[in-house]
Each structure stands twice: as C-alpha cells, then as structure tokens.
C-alpha cells in the first residue's frame, strides 16, 4: 500500500479542514495506507490535550482517535513554541515533536501529499 503525508495548517475554528483530514486519514488507514499527519502553524493548536471532551467531537479528540488506528502525528516544535504551547506537557500522548526539516524529508518518503490550509 501508499504512504500518504497530510499537511495541516488550519486552526480549529476551521474545522471543515481538521474534518476532511479526520475523515481522509482514517479513510486511508482503513485501506491499509501508511499515513502521517504534519500539523503547522496554527493548525497545532487541534493537538492540545486540553480540548479532547469525552464525546471525542473536538478537532482533538479526532486526532486522538487518528493516533489510536495508527496514524503518526507530528507537531511542528517552533510552531508550537511561538504559540506558548509546551509540546511534551500539552499535546495529545502520542503526538511526535517535529521540524521543517523533518517535514522535508517526510515529503521525499511519501508517495502522495495532500495539504490544508
């Protein structure tokens, strides 16, 4: 199967794009995809521990879910850093601190991209 990298910069009071990336995801890793989702700029702000309610309709508790099939999901650090947000205390467990520079190599190792901004 594919590996597919989605890139999200979107906040989530744009959650139209946090939807279709919960939806295209776990679409993919049904299919038996690899699948890694690269959250940028703002769009950190949908990996805050704090916003999972129980009813898992948060833009962060999808991603919660996302990291419970499979998905690998990365923070950008010096995003996450301007935005006051401290990676290892703030961030849903499983969320994986990252780099531009990381996101580079992401982006030769992947077989489709797909971003959302």
Known sequence: MGKLLIILFSPPMQSQNTDTVYELAKAAVEMGHEVTVFCDIDATYNL??????????????????LIDKGVQVLACRE????????VPKNLIKGVVESSLGRLVELMEQHDRIVTFG
């Open 79 to 86: 995003s996450a850093r301007r935005r006051g947000i401290d």
């Open 48 to 65: 805050l521990a704090s916003q999972i309610l129980p009813d898992q309709a948060t833009p962060a508790g999808k991603v919660a879910q």
